[in-house]
């Protein structure tokens, strides 16, 4: 998959550092995957979610941060919509992503 952006990525790892080597993984693993639907990415992250309107939720890192983005699987291109803590999670409204 083509994973857009790892800027926010490194953004995000520079305040949690703690975090770099399980976000280095996911990225790693999402790019070389090639999903053609939510089931084939459940098989290489199972702690994933689909909240609707082609956004999913993946729990990174022992569920210490969340992932959410869109997912073209027409073009193989995954966004990165947000990255935050399960706090900053909370507060967030999936409908403005």
């Given amino acids: 998959m083509v994973v857009v952006s790892r800027r926010a990525l490194k953004s ?5 550092p703690e975090l770099g080597t399980a976000l280095d993984k996911w990225y ?25 309107n082609g956004l999913f939720v993946f729990n990174i890192g022992g569920n210490k941060c969340r992932l959410v983005a869109r997912i073209i699987f027409k073009k193989r291109t ?20």
Avoid at 12 to 16: A, G, P, R, Y
């Fill in 12 to 16: 995000f790892c520079i305040d949690n």
């Fill in 28 to 52: 790693k693993e999402s790019r070389k995957a090639n999903w053609a639907s939510f089931a084939a990415v459940r098989q290489t992250f199972n702690a994933t979610d689909s909240v609707g």
């Fill in 78 to 97: 995954l966004y990165i919509r947000f990255i935050g803590t399960h706090k900053q999670y909370d507060g967030l409204d999936l409908s403005t992503l």
